[in-house]
């Protein structure tokens, strides 16, 4: 644990740190999950939405986006790939994950909303479903070459 803000303020003993890291875990979940319950009380509640629910919204958000960012620059996702060609290979695989996910989500919104009739319906539905797969690719592919970085600097060792 030594690329993390967090070490610093953890006891030096590694079953004390286990179990610490554990119990903020446990509670990040937790207070995820009481965060969700909490937005969807105030959205359909008589009150209507507020402003506390957005708050709730944007701090749950947070959690999720922080620790997704953390785990893909981390470059633990890809252990097995430390060679070259491995690499390429994977990359090939996002790749076609990426494509075969947008059809997924074109096919989807046009069951759901019902397939669109003119270009002024047809453009958001692809924008959006464009730049979502897009998105996965270079989270994918960041995580990718973290990855095989990472490798590469423990096999050099």
Same mark, same amino acid.
């Given at each position: 644990?030594?690329?993390?803000?967090?070490?610093?303020?953890?006891?030096?003993?590694?079953?004390?740190?286990?179990?610490?890291?554990?119990?903020?875990?446990?509670?990040?979940?937790?207070?995820?999950?009481?965060?969700?319950?909490?937005?969807?009380?105030?959205?359909?509640?008589?009150?209507?939405?507020?402003?506390?629910?957005?708050?709730?919204?944007?701090?749950?958000?947070?959690?999720?986006?922080?620790?997704?960012?953390?785990?893909?620059l981390?470059?633990?996702?890809?252990?097995?790939?430390?060679?070259e @060609?491995?690499?390429?290979?994977?990359?090939?695989?996002?790749?076609?994950?990426?494509?075969?996910?947008?059809?997924?989500?074109?096919?989807?919104?046009?069951?759901?909303?019902?397939?669109?009739?003119?270009f002024?319906?047809?453009f958001p539905?692809?924008?959006?479903?464009?730049?979502?797969a897009?998105?996965?690719?270079?989270?994918?592919?960041?995580?990718? @070459?973290?990855?095989?970085?990472?490798?590469?600097?423990i096999?050099?060792?």
């Open positions: 644990m030594e690329n993390s803000w967090l070490s610093k303020f953890l006891p030096k003993d590694e079953y004390k740190e286990k179990r610490i890291l554990y119990f903020i875990a446990e509670s990040s979940i937790i207070l995820a999950t009481m965060l969700f319950i909490f937005v969807l009380l105030n959205n359909y509640s008589l009150y209507g939405n507020s402003n506390t629910g957005t708050v709730a919204l944007l701090s749950l958000g947070f959690i999720v986006a922080y620790i997704l960012l953390r785990y893909i981390s470059g633990i996702e890809y252990t097995e790939v430390t060679t @060609k491995r690499y390429i290979k994977e990359k090939k695989a996002i790749i076609n994950r990426s494509f075969i996910f947008l059809i997924i989500l074109i096919i989807a919104y046009a069951l759901i909303d019902g397939i669109p009739s003119n002024t319906e047809i539905l692809f924008s959006s479903a464009f730049f979502i897009v998105f996965m690719y270079f989270v994918s592919y960041t995580s990718l @070459k973290r990855s095989f970085k990472k490798n590469k600097d096999l050099d060792d």
